[in-house]
């Protein structure tokens, strides 16, 4: 167990300066920073990638891009969402304010902690490499166009180079998640401070354990397909081919990961909205011990429901059945979590603060997309939704709904912990918004256009769902323009906002809720003088 | 702690002295709406056109902008009750508007009715905000005080800055115009643009102002007074200067009351905008589907629609550029000759575009030209200030200079309508028609400014 925590400046590593620093720290909190920086850029390139792809879906014709361009970018725009944005912004939080929770002061292996944030980078120019080749004029280098999901035969036969460099930098960055997993999960069981029992864990640690071990559990299977597929593709072998163990073997493997992954995008948020909602609601979080049941659950179940995106590929219907009812079942642990962050704000003393509004705006998406989630998991319901806008609305409504809102959540909660400075709170309301209006007229128009059985992944389209494919592509306009706000408010706030002068910028005092990552930011505060006072102090129980 | 923390954090003047964030995003957000929609009318014409609709229907369309553009101020008291809340509501119709021009080609050619009923109910929605938003924002609340104090002149719409956000927007409405084929997808995506630019400026502007301490809200009717040139576009006119309610013909009879000489150059300076009025809705689709001028920059070939947007960059460097060179030459060689020179230059356009080879450098420069009718508007205005407040009663002046107005923005609403019909017999004969018209004007301004003054006024006051 570690000992107390300790100021980092004053810290036994001393760091060197300018940008060496960066490259060669292995800070936890530095680390978190270049996990959420690396985040955003990536966030926000996969962001003009949807901007581009709604824009060519203004028209029926596909005449804005053309359908190769089409296909690139929702391709890129998939791959580059899950893998380079969501998956590391939360582990970036992760890394932040984990140790800080649980009174450790530092992650439990610190070079593999600055190891994994590095190979991200790499995957990062690997999996964009067609964009950037496309940049630079190197020609031979496309911009993959078979959809994140790499469905063979096409990812088998596909000419295209760049689809190599994709596999490459997907394994890389499976490789990266792994070793950033592990070191959570050592961390979280064995650097806790001697006060914090398994039963004092944070809701928001507890979240970030599962994840860890779903993600050592899935990734490695991600790993061996890719491996399969690019051996498939540049030595002969046969893993994927129709004799062999068929395109189907690649759809068990890749959703024998991909389902999970699933989970490991939504869990952090989940902890994060668990962690955020009782701070503004002046009350402790409604049954903590169901929502870290319902969280164990769900890292459980999410490897029996994989199945449920073959639904449509004829296997057996038995099978079919079985992943049919433990997806039902999936949706249990995910209402507990629901209703609890229902009731913790019930009769609460609820500050609607920039934080608690995209909290709010995420339990509220999230329900939208669990019950159409829930529709999509009984067979009848996706034999006629398959491949659908229905299934992009209602994925987009808890990636974009629930999960990135819960991310911008916690962005504002912890911008003062960040950056010792304040974020302007009148943008902030407008970006919320912005986005809570985008993401509703965005995704609803998809869930519309899918009802009326539009399929998804087509640069053109029958002219009757024109203008519901409009109002679709202004709500992502609208999404993209709050994003713009948000970066100023970020940039502006960061350099010139109005220095944080005393720990407690959310009042969290008052309400007992003033938890360890902003104790730790208080001692920093008050100075060396003021830290063997406050390491001395008993920490409040976590649960607050 | 009872209350949203976040905004008692601000309440608190000293936390967040400083932080402009907020409002720097919202006064972008309207300037480029303003751009954009500015874009959007301009373009307009042309739009209809590739929906299959003939030059009648688009001078219908211009004089009903005008129409509307004299008419929506006059609820100017609506938008006063509104208080403000006026910015949300009116930028929400705007944005309304431009999304019934985005949906306009579903309903297609086959029904053109329906499309040309959207395209008009759209041209409403927007103009409550062209006409009353640039007025409500120097005057009533559509901009939060706050955010006016910060950047008065970009949302007083004052000459200069919104000339340079114009050219800092155009070359991005010409660049999706030359990266997107076919031209009606193009002008699509710039109202797809514009719509959610228009709706993020109202959330904004909604968000932000529940920040508004009563008191900064209350004192925003200060700055009644018209901003020079504020209204010099061909869909914007001036016409809400004029005193509000008085009926037009009351406004004609006191205007006929005037004396001769400074009726004529009146009736001069109006032909003229009616000459203008008569053609500026179809310069777009002269270029277009007249002249078809394609042109090559950077390597790039831009069609003759995005080719129009280089003219109009033209057109405004040279209205931004000579401004300040003609009032002061005004002030070396008299008012009524720098006037009567941009009124002819404006008279002669019309013939000089239509007959024009389809040479890209020809027709640019002629737009720089027109550009010089732009620039020459303040020297204009404050020429007709001059003299209507000459020769009259003193009680009597705002009145004349107010009614002359309203008059001519009256005057001015058939004048796209007249330009339609005969541009439907001949895009030349409509072209030249409007050369007469604007050269008897000139010629009215001259006989009448040699008689008001015998020899040219040499002006002490550029305003």
């Known amino acids: 167990m570690a000992g107390p925590p300790t100021d980092r400046a004053t810290d036994d590593r001393e760091k060197l300066r300018g940008a060496l620093r960066w490259v060669t720290t292995v800070d936890h909190e530095d680390i978190g920073l270049l996990y959420l920086v690396f985040g955003t850029v990536a966030g926000l390139l996969g962001g003009l990638d949807a901007m581009l792809l709604r824009t060519e879906l203004l028209t029926p014709s596909a005449d804005v891009w053309g359908p190769e361009t089409y296909n690139a970018l929702f391709t890129t725009h998939g791959l580059t969402m899950l893998f380079l944005f969501a998956t590391p912004v939360a582990f970036g939080l992760a890394n932040y304010v984990v140790p800080s929770l649980i009174g450790a002061d530092e992650m439990a292996f610190p070079r593999v902690n600055a190891t994994a944030f590095w190979l991200l980078p790499a995957a990062f120019v690997l999996m964009r490499a067609g964009i950037l080749a496309d940049l630079v004029g190197v020609a031979g280098i496309d911009p993959p166009a078979t959809g994140w999901t790499l469905y063979p035969p096409l990812s088998r036969r596909a000419p295209n180079v760049d689809l190599d460099l994709v596999l490459l930098g997907l394994h890389v960055s499976g490789v990266s998640t792994l070793l950033s997993a592990g070191n959570f999960v050592v961390t979280i069981v064995a650097e806790r401070a001697d006060a914090v029992g398994w039963h004092r864990l944070d809701v928001f640690s507890w979240t970030v354990l599962t994840t860890s071990g779903l993600v050592l559990f899935a990734f490695p299977v991600l790993g061996s397909a890719v491996v399969m597929l690019l051996l498939d593709r540049n030595l002969g072998t046969t893993f994927f081919v129709v004799e062999a163990g068929g395109p189907i073997l690649w759809q068990h493997l890749f959703w024998f990961f991909g389902h999970p992954e699933v989970y490991i995008l939504a869990l952090p948020p989940m902890g994060l909205l668990s962690h955020i909602i009782p701070k503004f609601s002046g009350r402790e979080l409604f049954g903590f011990q169901f929502v870290v049941y319902s969280t164990l659950a769900i890292g459980v179940l999410a490897f029996g429901v994989w199945a449920h995106h073959m639904f449509a590929t004829g296997i057996d219907p038995r099978i079919r059945a079985s992943f049919m009812a433990v997806s039902l079942a999936i949706a249990l642990p995910s209402a507990v979590k629901t209703f609890n962050w229902i009731a913790t704000m019930w009769g609460g003393n609820v500050r609607l603060t920039a934080p608690m509004l995209f909290c709010v705006g995420a339990i509220a998406n999230f329900i939208v997309g669990g019950v159409t989630g829930v529709f999509l998991a009984s067979i009848p319901v996706d034999l006629l939704y398959h491949g659908t806008y229905y299934v992009v609305g209602h994925f987009h409504f808890v990636l974009v709904g629930m999960v990135v809102f819960a991310l911008f959540a916690a962005c504002y909660y912890w911008f003062p912990l960040l950056t010792g400075r304040l974020f302007d709170p009148g943008l902030a309301r407008a970006h919320f918004w912005l986005t809570a209006i985008g993401v509703l007229v965005a995704f609803l128009a998809m869930l519309v256009a899918g009802m009326g059985g539009l399929p998804r992944r087509m640069a053109s389209y029958p002219v009757q769902f024109a203008t519901v494919q409009q109002l679709a592509t202004l709500g992502a306009y609208l999404i993209g323009f709050a994003q713009v706000l948000w970066g100023w408010n970020m940039l502006v706030s960061w350099r010139s906002g109005q220095i944080v002068e005393t720990a407690d910028v959310w009042n969290l005092k008052e309400s007992g809720a003033f938890t360890r990552e902003w104790q730790r930011f208080e001692q920093r505060l008050e100075g060396p003088e003021s830290r063997d006072d406050a390491a001395a102090t008993p920490v409040d129980d976590e649960r607050a | ?463």
Request: proline content about 6%.
């Open chain 2, 1 to 463: 702690m009872t209350s949203d923390s976040t905004t008692e954090l601000r309440d608190d003047a000293s936390v967040f002295e400083g932080i402009v964030a907020g409002d720097a995003a919202a006064s972008v957000t309207v300037v480029a709406f303003n751009v954009t929609v500015y874009a959007a009318i301009r373009y307009a014409p042309e739009y209809l056109r590739l929906l299959d609709n003939g030059p009648i229907v688009i001078g219908l369309f211009g004089s009903t902008a005008t129409l509307l553009a004299v008419a929506v101020p006059r609820l100017g008291s609506v938008a006063d009750r509104l208080g403000s809340s006026a910015a949300p509501v009116v930028g929400a119709f705007a944005s309304i508007g431009v999304v019934c021009w985005l949906v306009v080609p579903q309903f297609g050619p086959t029904d053109g009715v329906r499309s040309v009923v959207l395209m008009f109910a759209g041209l409403a929605l927007i103009e409550s905000w062209q006409a009353v938003g640039p007025k409500t924002a120097a005057t009533i609340c559509v901009v939060p005080q706050r955010i006016r104090d910060r950047v008065p002149q970009v949302i007083r719409h004052a000459r200069t800055p919104r000339y340079v956000a114009l050219l800092a927007g155009l070359p991005v409405v010409i660049g999706l115009l030359t990266l997107i084929s076919p031209a009606i997808t193009a002008i699509q995506v710039v109202l797809g643009l514009a719509a959610a630019i228009g709706l993020t400026m109202t959330v904004l502007l909604a968000v932000l102002d529940e920040d508004e301490t009563p008191t900064a809200s209350a004192d925003s009717t200060t700055a009644h007074e018209p901003v020079d040139g504020a209204g010099d576009d061909d869909t914007m006119e001036d016409g809400w200067i004029a005193t509000p309610n008085e009926p037009i013909r009351s406004v004609l009879d006191s205007l006929r009351s005037l004396p001769r000489s400074v009726r004529q150059p009146l009736v001069g300076d109006s032909l003229v905008e009616f000459a203008v009025g008569m053609v500026s809705v179809f310069l777009v689709i002269t270029v277009t589907s007249v002249l078809r001028v394609d042109v090559t920059l950077f390597g790039q070939r831009l069609r003759p629609d995005a080719f129009f947007g280089v003219c109009l960059v033209a057109e405004m460097s040279v209205a931004l550029l000579a401004t300040g060179p003609l009032t002061r030459l005004a002030n070396r060689i008299g008012r009524e000759r720098v006037v009567a020179g941009s009124l002819l230059l404006a008279a002669l356009f019309p013939i000089a575009l239509v007959s024009a080879p389809a040479n890209p450098t020809v027709v640019a420069s002629l737009f720089a030209t027109f550009g010089l009718y732009r620039a020459g508007l303040p020297t204009r205005h404050a020429f007709i200030d001059a003299i209507t407040s000459a020769g009259d009663d003193a009680s009597d002046i705002p009145d004349a200079r107010g009614r002359y107005r309203t008059a001519r923005a009256a005057l001015r609403v058939p004048s796209a309508l007249v330009g339609g019909v005969l541009y439907a017999v001949s895009p030349t004969l409509a072209f030249g028609f409007a050369t007469v018209v604007g050269a008897v004007g000139v010629r009215e301004l001259l006989v009448g400014a040699t008689r008001l003054g015998g020899e040219p006024t040499i002006s002490t006051d550029t305003e």
